[in-house]
Every structure is written in C-alpha cells, then in structure tokens.
C-alpha cells in the first residue's frame, strides 16, 4: 500500500526533526498526500520548513502551539479551511521535548513540564482535531490511513517492560513516564475511536540522530522516517491499540 491513500496528513512539531523530516519525505515522494500540513509552534524560525512550503504546493505551514488552547483552536480553523469537506486522513503527533533527569536531578517542575508536553498536550489535540477525523472516517471503510488514524509518536524507552537491565541505561524519569503515560493515551483513544473507523496506534521512530536524540544515535532521519512512512503505509484493523516500531515491529508495553 502506498502513502498516496491518505488524502491529507497533518503532522506537529514539524520546524526540525522527525517532523520537518516527515514533511520532506512526504513532499518529495511522487504517491506522497496530496496535502501535507506542518505544524510547528513557530513556523518562521525554520528556514527548512519555510523552503518546503515555497517548494511544493501541497505543503501548507500552520502554527500550532500544542500547550497552547487557544493555538490549538485557531489552528483548526485554519485546518479546516484547508480539508474542507473531506475531513483529516491522519493526525501525527509528533511534538515533544526531552528533558534527560535521573534520581539525583528530577524536580517537579521537570516531570510537569514534561508530562504535559508529551502526554496531555497529544490528548488534547486529538481531541480538537475529532471533527475533522470523524468527516474523514465517514467517508470510507475499512482502517489505516486511507480513512482515519491517529499515529502517537512514541518510544521504547515508554516501555515499562523494556526497562530493566541494558533496557534501563537510558536515565529520564520525566521522559520515560510521559512516553509511558502517552502509550496509555493511545489505547484510551483506540477503545474510544474504534466505532468512529478511526486507527490509533504509538510508534517509536528509533534512536534518531536529532537535536533530541543526540549525535551518538543508531539512525539517520532518513532511515527512520522512509521506515516508519512504510509502516504508516500498510496499517490496518490488527494494528489498531497497537504499539510498533519503524521496522514494523511490534513493541512490549
């Protein structure tokens, strides 16, 4: 199955990373969406994202602040102009930070800020964007990204039973419990979504050489993202309430 089924895409934190990645990936590809929405908190301050959107008409650049209501409210808005009538295909949430903290150095004010970047503010969002997911799902059978599907990105190290022995080197308290708690938002959202033939599914893009992943990573951007489009590309009604990777493989909660 190809990216092309899925009509439009509207991926957050789009300014660097992952995101600006995915987007370029998507704009490039000759069966890519043919409307593309990048999302970032502020759009201007990327030069990469600003050029793909002069680049490729099907790029459309949206500001979204994802802590933010009211961003979150004007941005679907300005969504909604953009889909019309045919609705959302698919949501990624993307945005995230990662504050690394172990036992000696965690606060408070870190586990917080962290939470309610990576776990609340993805709820949330998807909760806004509904409408436009459910006008989509309406008008198809079947689930994947042809009709409707939110895809959280997640991670490995939100997985409680990967996180002993070599699996607990990684030292984040706030991080690791935030992906964890986002995990738990993905299957909220599945159970609740299900009858809509709306797909949610986590997906851990790998260890990534980026800001956040640091240069020591196992991946390029380019690995996981072709990766993690082809597994996009082929979901299904089994991987609804499911949690993969970018090789398709299927992850330990």
Not at 103 to 131: C, G, H, W
Not at 206 to 219: E, F, N, S, Y
Request: proline share 4%; glycine share 10%; net charge neutral.
């Amino acid at each position: 199955m190809s990216v092309s089924v899925c009509k439009s895409v509207l991926i957050t934190g789009c300014s660097r990373g992952i995101g600006l990645q995915l987007v370029r990936e998507l704009a490039k590809s000759s069966d890519g969406p043919p409307t593309i929405i990048a999302a970032a908190r502020n759009p201007a301050g990327s030069t990469a994202l600003q050029e793909l959107s002069k680049t490729y008409p099907g790029v459309h650049v949206v500001t979204l602040d994802v802590e933010n209501q009211q961003s979150v409210s004007a941005a679907l808005e300005e969504v909604r102009s953009i889909v019309g009538d045919n609705g959302l295909n698919c949501l990624i949430n993307n945005a995230a930070i990662g504050i690394s903290v172990d036992i000696n150095t965690v606060t408070p004010e870190v586990m917080m800020k962290t939470f309610q970047a990576n776990s609340v503010a993805p709820l949330f969002v998807t909760k806004a964007f509904l409408p436009l997911l459910r006008t989509a799902a309406a008008q198809s059978t079947g689930m994947g990204i042809h009709r409707a599907a939110v895809i959280n990105i997640s991670s490995i190290l939100g997985s409680i039973a990967h996180n002993w022995g070599e699996g607990a080197n990684f030292k984040s308290y706030a991080y690791r419990t935030s992906k964890a708690a986002l995990n738990m938002v993905t299957r909220c959202l599945a159970t609740d979504l299900g009858s809509d033939g709306i797909l949610c599914m986590s997906l851990h893009p790998g260890w990534v050489k980026t800001d956040m992943g640091g240069p020591h990573a196992d991946l390029t951007l380019e690995e996981s993202v072709s990766g993690m489009l082809a597994v996009l590309s082929s979901l299904t009604d089994k991987d609804h309430g499911g949690f993969k990777d970018y090789r398709g493989d299927n992850l330990p909660w």
